[in-house]
């Protein structure tokens, strides 16, 4: 039996989710454990500053990746020694690293990843692989979405036409035609939980989110509010694309209310309209290039969210909305289980993009790797 190591620490920043799944074949894979371990409270701050300034000094950023680093490691750890498992049991860790910035759409595009793989490796004795984006962006790809390829191997189905949305702090979707002759896509529909999360914590003393969207549901969307905020460009923009939170953040929402003083919003109207952007991007994108859907499966953060999971299934009233549990796999390991799927494509020297989704050139291996073999 091989064994390998998922870790994500997504746009949301609500921690480091760490899962050990049992490769049995290609795909599927069998999860053998799974965790979600919170940030230490100055890490965290530490990265969201990082992101939404775009600003930091050489030697923070460096404490950071080291930082990031050191707790993924200590997360690794702590998870297997839940198990019977020890390091020698592990093939490999697929750790993505945290976003700090994604700039795909540039003559010399590049993605940065921090948490670094030198310190995962040396911390917990096992060969670790990342910086899975930038190959596939040297082709020309956007380097992101990348689990659409796992979704393929382990939710398409003959019997249905599905899609996957992941709602993490940005928002993406899959589509899984039926029909194999059918091109999968996969692409970066806009915020998710980021702006959502932003603006609860900013009203109430710091904490974390908007519990199953409580305080949306409390509040009224307003309509010219949303409009303006569906006129941002990047919701006209083509596909393949691709986003994260250094574009969507509380900087670029101020910048709109800023327009919209004139309105006297109540915070509580404000969240339910951010909740609308969410649900509406994404179901706009569904009906445009999946239509003959017949199932939504969510995973990510926003599954748990039961206002905005009944406000998409009003939105798309002719499609099932459910969650990932309904497949085998629960919404909030989907992520993690796929880039410790790529790992095993990396060391198996396997393609680990779809260039269909990405718009690279053509599919390629992924990924750095970080022996954990001592010297000779």
Not at 37 to 57: D, H, K, M
Not at 327 to 345: H, I, K, M, R, Y
Request: proline share 3%; net charge negative; hydrophobic share 40%.
């Amino acid at each position: 039996m091989t064994y390998y190591i998922g870790v994500m620490s997504g746009t949301s920043l609500d921690g480091i989710d760490v899962v050990i799944i049992e490769q049995q074949t290609a795909i599927p894979s069998k999860l053998i454990a799974a965790q979600t371990y919170p940030f230490e409270v100055n890490l965290r701050l530490g990265l969201q500053q990082l992101i939404e300034t775009q600003q930091c000094e050489l030697k923070r950023f460096g404490e950071l990746d080291i930082a990031l680093g050191k707790a993924i490691a200590t997360a690794i750890n702590k998870l297997i020694a839940t198990t019977t498992l020890t390091a020698t049991d592990i093939a490999a860790i697929g750790s993505h690293g945290q976003t700090v910035f994604h700039l795909p759409d540039s003559q010399n595009a590049f993605s940065l990843q921090i948490g670094n793989p030198n310190v995962i490796a040396e911390f917990t004795n096992i060969t670790t692989i990342a910086d899975f984006r930038q190959r596939d962006m040297v082709l020309g790809g956007q380097g992101a979405p990348l689990v659409p390829a796992f979704h393929q191997g382990l939710f398409q189905t003959a019997e249905q036409n599905r899609v996957i949305v992941n709602i993490g702090g940005i928002s993406n979707v899959t589509t899984l035609p039926s029909s194999t002759e059918q091109t999968v896509l996969g692409f970066d529909t806009g915020p998710g939980n980021a702006l959502l999360d932003a603006w609860f914590s900013r009203h109430h003393d710091g904490q974390a989110y908007d519990y199953d969207g409580l305080w949306a549901s409390s509040g009224n969307v307003n309509q010219q509010l949303l409009n303006i905020l569906l006129e941002d460009s990047y919701f006209k923009q083509a596909i393949p694309k691709s986003t994260g939170r250094e574009y969507f953040h509380l900087n670029w929402l101020d910048h709109i209310l800023e327009k919209c003083a004139h309105l006297a919003l109540l915070p509580q109207d404000i969240q339910a309209s951010l909740v609308s952007l969410t649900v509406q991007t994404i179901a706009a994108d569904i009906q445009r290039y999946a239509d003959n859907s017949t199932a939504i499966y969510v995973c990510g953060g926003g599954a748990h969210n039961s206002y905005l999971m009944q406000q998409l299934q009003q939105a798309l009233p002719n499609k099932a909305v459910l969650t990932t549990s309904e497949l085998g796999l629960a919404p909030d390991w989907v992520e993690a289980c796929a880039f410790a799927w790529l790992a095993s494509q990396t060391l198996a020297n396997k393609s680990g993009n779809l260039p269909a989704v990405t718009g690279a050139s053509k599919a390629t291996v992924l990924g750095g790797i970080y022996s954990s073999n001592d010297a000779s």
